[in-house]
């Protein structure tokens, strides 16, 4: 009788070790399995900064297809002025503009400053996306091109005057990473090109290195800067580097943006080669951009 138990407990042991054996071979080929799939997936990186504008300058952002952005850049004067301009409040300018998106990576837009009575349209391409698992690649890439007229009354009416030599071009090339969830940088290289200059020693192409960086506080609130260096022996007189701070705050379909900021202008031309303020002077105006999005066109299918 014993001998009979002592049977039956093995044949127990040997069934439930079989089991167990089964149990975890599956396990193991489950997460085999998952891993695999994980790998053979592109993972892209999302929202790298949350608007197509860092400050002044892109981001590596792009509006979304089928979406207009109607945007609002408001620079009041600078805060060495006292109290006589309320620090500033007094003086303003302001730029409006459309953005559109026409596909997952290209996004045109126009806009009207009414700092130097400018026009502006550009367009921006993302020719890379950063991504992990089946596609590695370790940054964001995007090239930004945009032509500038100023219609300020010409100064000397005696002289021949050419539509042409109000025209400005700008060539940009953006290379961003986002390191983590709160984390992004981007490189800036720029060229600003002028048909025409004020004197002969100016230089008609000006190069600009500019820096971006976002860094989050909180869900819906991130602090940016953004700094512009123009490259010496490139450089127009008498203008100092470009250097703005400032705090995101998204608001639903708003993205609010509140600035400090050494440069009265808002397109490439005159933020990059035309400040003239300087921080340690007081030169410093306070600022906002707002964001508004308009679904035109709703996307059928999400597409990479």
């Known amino acids: 009788m014993l001998l009979k138990k002592i049977c039956i407990v093995c044949i127990l042991s ?18 085999e ?5 994980e790998k053979d997936k592109i993972r892209y990186t999302e929202a790298t900064f949350k ?3 860092i400050i002044n300058g892109h981001s590596i952002e792009v509006t979304q297809k089928g979406i207009m952005d109607f945007r609002i850049a408001h620079r009041f004067g600078t805060i060495n002025g006292g109290f006589y301009d309320l620090f500033g409040l007094d003086n303003a300018s302001m730029r409006m503009s459309f953005d559109f998106g ?6 045109v837009g126009v806009g009207r400053s009414t700092y130097q009575k400018q026009y502006d349209v550009f367009f921006k391409y ?8 089946k596609r590695n690649m370790p940054i964001s890439l995007a090239w930004m091109s945009s032509a500038m007229l100023q219609t300020m009354k010409w100064t000397d009416t005696t002289r021949p005057n050419y539509f042409s030599s109000r025209m400005y071009y700008a060539h940009q090339v953006i290379v961003a990473r986002k390191f983590s969830e709160s984390t992004s940088i981007q490189l800036m290289p720029t060229l600003v090109h002028y048909n025409l200059v004020k004197l002969a020693g100016d230089p008609s192409d000006v190069i600009a290195i500019g820096i971006g960086g976002r860094q989050k ?4 609130v991130s ?9 010496p022996g490139f450089q127009m007189p008498n203008t100092t580097n470009s250097f703005s701070l400032g705090v995101d705050i998204e608001t639903g379909g708003h993205v609010f943006q509140l600035h400090f900021t050494n440069s009265r202008g808002m397109t490439e031309r005159t933020f990059i080669s035309e400040t003239a303020g300087k921080w340690g002077k007081g030169d410093i105006l306070f600022g906002f951009n707002i964001s508004r999005v308009f679904t035109l066109k709703k996307n059928k299918k999400k597409s990479d």
């Open 14 to 31: 040997c069934v439930c070790l079989h089991a167990y054996a089964q149990d975890v071979d599956l396990n193991q080929m489950l997460e």
């Open 33 to 37: 399995e998952q891993k695999k799939e």
């Open 51 to 53: 608007s197509t504008r």
């Open 102 to 107: 026409l596909t997952p990576r290209l996004m």
């Open 126 to 133: 993302k020719l890379l996306r950063q991504s992990s698992g």
């Open 217 to 220: 506080i909180s869900p819906r």
């Open 223 to 231: 602090i940016n800067a953004e700094y512009y260096y123009q490259i």
